[in-house]
């Protein structure tokens, strides 16, 4: 099902408990006002200022407008850069498998010339890097899910255009792929 064609009304209840409308009369509101083809941080001043908004809860709810009603591609966020993301679990401790993204010489033989610099890294847990290329952000964060199991979740921000965004969404899941063979081959190895 496309965005637009979601039912408002579905949706989780904390807006209407956080504002006391839900997303239906919101977007009624947003309708009436003419949010459509205004900019976002006027939309988000309007609705801080004359419906005493959090600013949270109006970037949500102009997020979730744009994407209803067609005017705002799912991934791109309110500066109008896209973010894509992947995941996958694999059947690795979580510290050998941060190992494989963080030491360079071993993300080498799964994520082949790319240039990545380190900005930020909670061991186990997350790294943050500029991506060398063009400047944008990818963020990976790390999670144990059972024993000798672990999950990793790229998240690729700051991206120009869609099309960039669905190839290197693309690229991330077949990345992982990679990842998952090269941790599975060198399992294999060892026993």
Request: no cysteine; glycine share 8%; hydrophobic share 40%.
């Given at each position: 099902?496309?965005?637009?064609?979601?039912?408002?009304?579905?949706?989780?209840?904390?807006?209407?408990?956080?504002?006391?409308?839900?997303?239906?009369?919101?977007?009624?509101?947003?309708?009436?006002?003419g949010?459509?083809?205004?900019?976002?941080?006027?939309?988000?001043?309007?609705?801080?200022?004359e419906?005493?908004?959090?600013?949270?809860?109006?970037?949500?709810?102009?997020?979730?407008?744009?994407?209803?009603?067609?005017?705002r591609?799912?991934?791109?966020?309110?500066?109008?850069?896209?973010?894509?993301?992947?995941?996958?679990?694999?059947?690795?401790?979580?510290?050998?498998?941060?190992?494989?993204?963080?030491?360079?010489?071993?993300?080498?033989?799964?994520?082949?010339?790319?240039?990545?610099?380190?900005?930020?890294?909670?061991?186990?847990?997350?790294?943050?890097?500029?991506?060398?290329?063009?400047?944008s952000?990818?963020?990976?964060?790390?999670?144990?899910?059972?024993?000798?199991?672990?999950?990793?979740?790229?998240?690729?921000?700051?991206?120009?255009?869609?099309?960039?965004?669905?190839?290197?969404?693309?690229?991330?899941?077949?990345?992982?792929?990679?990842?998952?063979?090269?941790?599975?081959?060198?399992?294999?190895?060892?026993?």
């Open positions: 099902m496309i965005a637009a064609e979601r039912d408002p009304a579905q949706r989780r209840p904390g807006l209407r408990r956080a504002t006391g409308r839900d997303y239906a009369a919101w977007f009624a509101v947003l309708d009436e006002w949010a459509p083809g205004r900019p976002f941080r006027e939309i988000a001043g309007w609705l801080r200022a419906h005493g908004m959090s600013a949270w809860w109006a970037q949500k709810l102009i997020v979730e407008y744009e994407q209803a009603r067609g005017l591609p799912a991934g791109v966020r309110p500066d109008g850069t896209f973010t894509v993301g992947s995941s996958a679990t694999m059947s690795v401790p979580v510290e050998r498998l941060y190992a494989a993204v963080v030491r360079p010489g071993t993300r080498e033989r799964w994520l082949p010339g790319i240039a990545l610099r380190e900005r930020t890294a909670r061991p186990h847990r997350s790294v943050r890097f500029d991506w060398a290329a063009d400047g952000r990818v963020s990976v964060t790390f999670e144990a899910v059972g024993a000798g199991r672990s999950r990793v979740a790229v998240e690729h921000e700051h991206l120009p255009d869609p099309a960039t965004a669905e190839r290197l969404k693309a690229f991330w899941r077949e990345r992982l792929s990679a990842l998952r063979t090269d941790l599975e081959d060198q399992k294999r190895q060892e026993s």
